[in-house]
């Protein structure tokens, strides 16, 4: 009982770390907590992971807004992009095989790493 | 392109990406610093633009059932907290250093992901193999043929 708690706060902590400092994400971690902690099938815990990550997500953003002097135009054409992209991903899930999945996104995310490396 | 041009195809791109569960913004971030926007931005418009969908997305999954209540607070509480800590500590931490870390956080990400899907299709690979052999072994199928007939006979 007190090692699930102590994962728990751990990788919530972390996810939030993330979330706050780096802006984003930080839902992989959460998904990773629900399906072995709470060991809740795949669905639930996307779905519960986003509603996790949601409250965090809105108090960032406030502090960044606060902080920061956000391009407003440029912000909005993001959101209405995302928008867009989320439906046809969620969309896409149901078609495509889930581990395929995984491994294109690993490997990008690994090239964006790198990008990001290169770009410093 | 005009960046805000650019703003709108590469929130599609990291939508998609999130819209299929791949963690909100892992691909927006990197996309968008590739134009000439600080990183610090960037990462309030990464957090700002899932906002909307993350809201819609809970609503939807709320009707259908898939979210577990209990969970919740437990997870949020220590979520919140040190999120808002990082949050203020980012708006006076460096750019370079903010970009740095991102880049760390995808690289650990991508080869996490690219790990485990690698072990599940060798774990699939595997189980194919062992039933392949086990159908293509005749004292195997003749085992089975007589039990079935047995079943039928009783």
């Given at each position: 009982m007190n090692k699930k708690i102590v994962v728990t706060i751990l990788l919530s902590a972390v996810s939030g770390w993330i979330n706050g400092f780096?802006?984003?994400?930080?839902?992989?971690?959460?998904?990773?907590?629900?399906?072995?902690?709470?060991?809740?099938?795949?669905?639930?815990?996307?779905?519960?992971?986003?509603?996790?990550i949601l409250p965090v997500t809105a108090v960032s953003s406030l502090v960044?807004?606060?902080?920061?002097?956000?391009p407003y135009?440029?912000?909005?054409?993001?959101?209405?992009?995302?928008?867009?992209?989320?439906?046809?991903?969620?969309?896409?899930?149901?078609?495509?095989n889930?581990?395929?999945?995984?491994?294109?996104?690993?490997?990008?995310?690994?090239?964006?790493?790198?990008k990001m490396l290169l770009a410093l | 392109m005009n960046t805000n041009l650019w703003a709108l195809l590469f929130g599609i791109v990291g939508g998609v990406a999130g819209g299929m569960g791949m963690g909100?913004?892992?691909?927006?971030?990197?996309?968008?610093?590739?134009?000439d926007i600080e990183q610090k931005i960037i990462q309030?418009?990464?957090?700002?633009?899932?906002?909307?969908?993350?809201?819609?997305?809970?609503?939807?999954?709320?009707?259908?059932?898939?979210?577990?209540?209990?969970?919740?607070?437990?997870?949020?509480?220590?979520t919140m907290i040190v999120g808002t800590m990082g949050a203020l500590l980012a708006s006076s931490a460096r750019n370079?250093?903010?970009?740095?870390?991102?880049?760390?956080?995808?690289?650990?990400?991508?080869?996490?992901?690219?790990?485990?899907?690698?072990?599940a299709y060798k774990k699939a690979h595997l189980r194919k193999q062992r039933a392949m052999r086990v159908i293509a072994c005749p004292t195997y199928t003749q085992l089975k043929a007589k039990k079935r007939i047995r079943r039928l006979a009783v």
């Open positions: 780096l802006g984003g994400g930080g839902g992989v971690l959460t998904v990773m907590l629900l399906l072995t902690v709470f060991a809740l099938p795949q669905k639930k815990a996307q779905a519960t992971a986003i509603a996790i960044y807004m606060l902080k920061n002097s956000l135009a440029t912000l909005g054409l993001a959101a209405l992009g995302v928008a867009i992209g989320g439906t046809f991903g969620a969309l896409l899930l149901n078609k495509l889930g581990n395929a999945v995984k491994l294109i996104f690993g490997l990008f995310l690994i090239a964006g790493g790198v | 909100g913004g892992t691909l927006l971030v990197p996309l968008l610093s590739m134009l309030a418009i990464n957090l700002l633009s899932f906002l909307p969908m993350s809201i819609i997305a809970v609503i939807i999954h709320k009707k259908h059932g898939l979210i577990q209540g209990k969970v919740l607070l437990p997870c949020i509480i220590p370079n250093v903010l970009r740095f870390c991102f880049a760390v956080y995808l690289l650990a990400v991508g080869v996490w992901q690219t790990v485990l899907s690698v072990i």
